[in-house]
């Protein structure tokens, strides 16, 4: 991943409403939701929700697919691990970052 492509990304969720849009679209996973999911679970106005669908589309952290007369979002799964991927990348020297956690008194192995 390139840094234009990652500043994109953390541009468009560093919105809160896009922020709160992806990740309950993240939830869903794969079944995605439609914008009137969308508006029932935040009731927020439509042409927000639409604002914000947009630049998550555009930063491309969403895919749409249309269904007959409906839209359904869902996570652009790749660009997310990517982004997980890029932020990683060299973490803590190539070392593991979280400490070991040490065995609790009196248990065995």
Avoid: W
């Avoid at 927000?48 to 007369?69: D, G, I, M, P, Y």
Wanted: glycine share 6%; net charge positive; charged share 20%.
């Amino acid at each position: 991943m390139k840094n234009p492509d990652a500043i994109a990304a953390f541009l468009a969720l560093g919105q809160e409403s896009r922020l709160n849009i992806f990740r309950l679209i993240v939830q869903r996973g794969d079944t995605g939701l439609t914008p009137s999911e969308l508006l029932e679970k935040l009731g927020i106005p439509n042409a927000t929700l639409s604002f914000h669908l947009k630049e998550l589309l555009r930063a491309n952290l969403l895919l749409v697919e249309r269904q007959s007369r409906h839209l359904i979002y869902r996570p652009n799964a790749a660009l997310v691990q990517e982004l997980s991927s890029f932020l990683l990348e060299n973490c803590c020297g190539g070392k593991p970052c979280l400490p070991a956690t040490k065995k609790a008194k009196g248990t065995t192995s």
